[in-house]
Nanobody
Framework: QVQLVESGGGLVKPGGTLRLSCAAS????????VGWFRQAPGKEREGLSC????????YYSGSVKGRVTLSRDNAKNMVYLQMNSLEPEDTAVYYC?????????????????WGQGTQVTVSS
């Protein structure tokens, strides 16, 4: 059974940092493309970043480019999203997702497996 579990969310002040983690079981993450998405209340799910598998090419959306870094630890079967310079507009539930095709993808419909999400709140 495939399971993705996000962690690392929380309450942070503007300008702060968080590192989100995505742990996988039932699949080997470096054999899949893995993406990070977020969804704020009343808004559509937004693709933020993706890493292809297994070559590890990365993509960042314009809304987070320069502020986030996606990385993968093959030994631990985990993917991380380091987020810096957080803003109130970054408040959302953050999800990791995996797709069986290894190419980078930015649309949520292209992903096969999802975690339950982790809440990130940026507020003073």
């Amino acid at each position: 059974q495939v399971q993705l579990v996000e962690s690392g969310g929380g309450l942070v002040k503007p300008g702060g940092t968080l590192r989100l983690s995505c742990a996988a079981s039932g699949l080997t993450l470096n054999e899949y493309a893995v993406g990070w998405f977020r969804q704020a209340p009343g808004k559509e799910r937004e693709g933020l970043s993706c890493i292809s598998g297994p070559e590890g090419s990365t993509y960042y959306s314009g809304s987070v480019k320069g502020r986030v870094t996606l990385s993968r630890d093959n030994a631990k079967n985990m993917v991380y999203l380091q987020m810096n310079s957080l803003e109130p507009e970054d408040t959302a539930v953050y999800y990791c997702a995996a797709r069986t095709l290894t190419r980078i993808a930015t649309m949520s419909a292209e992903y096969d497996y999802w975690g339950q999400g982790t809440q990130v709140t940026v507020s003073s």
